[in-house]
């Protein structure tokens, strides 16, 4: 239980430090004497070396953990030095040093990544299928409430100094990352091979994870254009789906790493596409309200069990090379969002049809798996 808080309160401390940084990075651009249209291409690089190293430092993780133990250390060295590299940008941007805080800004980004697929790892080392969707499911709460105050942290933080907003970040880092090293001499952790094989089962589940996540994406960024203007449905747009991931997470903890397991989330994205489906055909601002809530929930009920999966999948080589594969896939999703964002293609992007149909895609596919798991294993009994 100490283990699933923890893992929840890093990751919602990594999705706030991520809103205040997007949030001020425009503000440290101008200081540093970089131009405005290059801050949107920053947060592509962001994204891109999340790609890479979200799967780097799972991988790394894993060889920690097999050689000799030491993951908590490096998951606390790595948040230090983290919220170091945070708290100098204002400084390095004022100073005018643009280039030292481009190379920052990538540091800070690749350790963030140790904060993510190891840090989930620690809750692999669970038995039980079921016992790892509830602590996934548990941790991801923290995810949901960061996301949910988020807009409300962006609005709130625009009067203060980025030194102030990005100090007490830093300072969250530190503190949750000081704690690893204990968390794990809680855990029994096993010798694990170094090498990870099990690609071929994490190819479709990261598949899976791009499409639901460019879904999630296009929904939380873009959506709220087609809510009717001046409704609470449009001002509160991004909280509402968070809200209903919350929700969502009730039955998203009793998911099994099985073909069962794959139907529910399947057919939870299809519930989900119909919901964005209904919405983008007309519906009022309470309806709309009830909608975003379905599609939050089914966002956390597929989260959930695509990181359950991929945890079982890894377990006999390292759970955080596999998780790693299933966040690049999602951080792939975020790069692509922005790049509709710097390529100014947003216009020709109808948010509502292309979220169901990629969600739709999706639902396809894990019922596909489902129903082909099924039937392997009655071939086999």
Not at 61 to 78: E, K, Q, T, Y
Not at 162 to 172: E, K, N, V
Request: hydrophobic share 60%; charged share 10%.
């Amino acid at each position: 239980m100490k283990t699933t808080v923890w893992v929840g309160v890093v990751q919602a401390i990594l999705v706030l430090t991520w809103t205040v940084y997007a949030l001020f990075l425009p503000v440290l651009a101008k200081q540093a004497g970089i131009p405005a249209h290059w801050v949107v291409w920053i947060l592509v690089a962001d994204q891109a070396l999340f790609v890479i190293t979200d799967w780097a430092a799972g991988v790394f993780a894993d060889r920690l953990v097999a050689a000799a133990g030491r993951l908590g250390l490096a998951i606390s060295v790595s948040a230090l030095v983290s919220a170091g590299m945070l708290v100098s940008m204002p400084t390095l941007a004022g100073a005018g040093q643009k280039e030292l805080l481009l190379g920052v800004i990538a540091v800070w980004a690749a350790l963030s990544s140790f904060l993510r697929a190891p840090v989930f790892s620690l809750l692999g080392r669970m038995g039980g299928t079921s016992r790892k969707s509830g602590a996934v499911s548990l941790a991801l709460l923290g995810v949901s409430i960061a996301g949910a105050i988020g807009p409300l942290v962006t609005s709130s933080l625009q009067k203060f100094d980025p030194r102030w907003s990005l100090g007490a970040a830093s300072a969250a880092l530190v503190v949750a990352g000081a704690f690893a090293m204990r968390i794990e001499r809680q855990k029994v952790v096993a010798k694990l091979s170094a090498a990870f094989t099990a690609w071929k089962p994490l190819l479709p589940l990261a598949g899976i994870g791009f499409l639901v996540a460019m879904g999630m994406q296009l929904l939380t960024s873009f959506g709220a254009a087609g809510a009717p203007a001046g409704s609470t449905v449009k001002d509160f747009w991004v909280p509402l789906f968070w809200i209903g991931f919350s929700v969502g997470l009730i039955p998203a903890a009793r998911l099994k790493a099985s073909a069962h397991g794959l139907r529910w989330c399947g057919g939870a994205l299809a519930i989900g596409a119909l919901a964005v489906v209904l919405g983008r055909i007309g519906a009022s601002a309470a309806a709309l309200i009830v909608l975003q809530l379905v599609a939050g929930a089914a966002w956390a009920i597929v989260l959930t069990g695509l990181l359950a999966a991929a945890m079982e999948v890894g377990q006999a080589s390292g759970p955080g090379s596999s998780l790693g594969v299933i966040l690049s896939a999602i951080s792939l999703a975020a790069m692509t969002r922005l790049l509709i964002v710097a390529l100014g293609v947003r216009a020709q992007v109808d948010v509502g049809w292309w979220t169901a149909a990629v969600w739709a895609l999706g639902a396809a596919v894990l019922l596909g798996l489902g129903f082909g798991a099924n039937r392997s294993s009655t071939r086999q009994a």
